[in-house]
């Protein structure tokens, strides 16, 4: 999938028509198929509550084999991340795990938290690029 010379929209459509929304997913996705690793991209959707606003929240993806939700980000925009906090509190009892392009990057121009700082205050273990292969080796 070059992608480099496409346009925002081209890319989009290109991206869905594979069946994923961003490319990291698709990298990711791709290698768990790879592995002959058992998994839903985008399959459960999870009712919470945003303050004033019911909402639904469908995770990126859900392991079979242990119940492990993956969310998989590049960027992890404000909203983003209170939506994952929200989650998080609301459904305690779920193994949620984070994947980013880069864990490093600062959740903004003027902070110095990162992406894997905002995991570790809300307890959510993170990896950059792939899903760790012990993550996949772990079961229910």
Known sequence: ???KYLSKFSKER???K???RSGLEGVICK???TKGVAYEYEKLVLPYIQPEQNRKYTPDIRLLDSE???EIK???VTSDRQKISLIKKQYPHIDFRMVFSNSKTKISKIS???YGDYCDK???????KRIPDEWLKEKK
Request: aromatic share 8%; charged share 15%; net charge neutral.
């Open 1 to 3: 999938m070059q992608m």
């Open 14 to 16: 290109m991206l869905l």
């Open 18 to 20: 594979h069946g994923v």
């Open 31 to 33: 290698d768990l198929n």
């Open 68 to 70: 492990i939700i993956v």
């Open 74 to 76: 590049g960027r992890w």
């Open 112 to 114: 110095k938290t990162t």
């Open 122 to 128: 809300l307890g959510i273990p993170y990896a950059d």
